[in-house]
């Protein structure tokens, strides 16, 4: 059994390498350390405008990095604030975006009024893509202020926190 192992191993290694670069793809991470940096930076924004939110942080993927529950926030935000960071990287827009594109900036009907229909879609701004380098690389969500205004507002200012960082 060890020869057929060690024979194996022999093999393979005499194989040659194979250039892999157009198999597999070099991606920019959002890390942990840029998620609270983030997330200190939104918590702030929220303080300094009287405003009690539900803070999520996800990867390209929609995977959850960061969640914070401020005191005083309401119990509804926690769903909203998760729905609008995956709602933001699913497409790569804002979801005020895709709150003009089902309802219409007058809330009149949009364009693409079934866009408001898919399941745990959340089109009500909040939710914000994250571009590093033009790469997608996340999304935050923001859920609890008065308005979503506000709520985009206080979500921006974890994105220009990270922005900062990096240059």
Known sequence: MK??????????SALPAIASDHLLSKQTM???DAA???MDATKGAAIAN?????IAIVDQ??????FEKMDGSALGSIDFAID???SSVSFGVPTQSLSDWAFGENLEGGPLPFIGTSGELFALGGGQPIYINNELVGGIGVSGA?????DITIGAAGIKALGNAIN
Do not use: D, Q
């Open 36 to 38: 609270e940096l983030m």
């Open 3 to 12: 020869i057929l192992f060690i024979a194996t191993m022999l093999a393979t």
């Open 61 to 66: 993927s929609g995977t959850l990095i960061a």
């Open 50 to 54: 009287n405003a009690a939110v539900s």
């Open 146 to 150: 008065t308005t979503p205004k506000l």
């Open 30 to 32: 959002l890390t942990l």
């Open 84 to 86: 609008k960071s995956t």
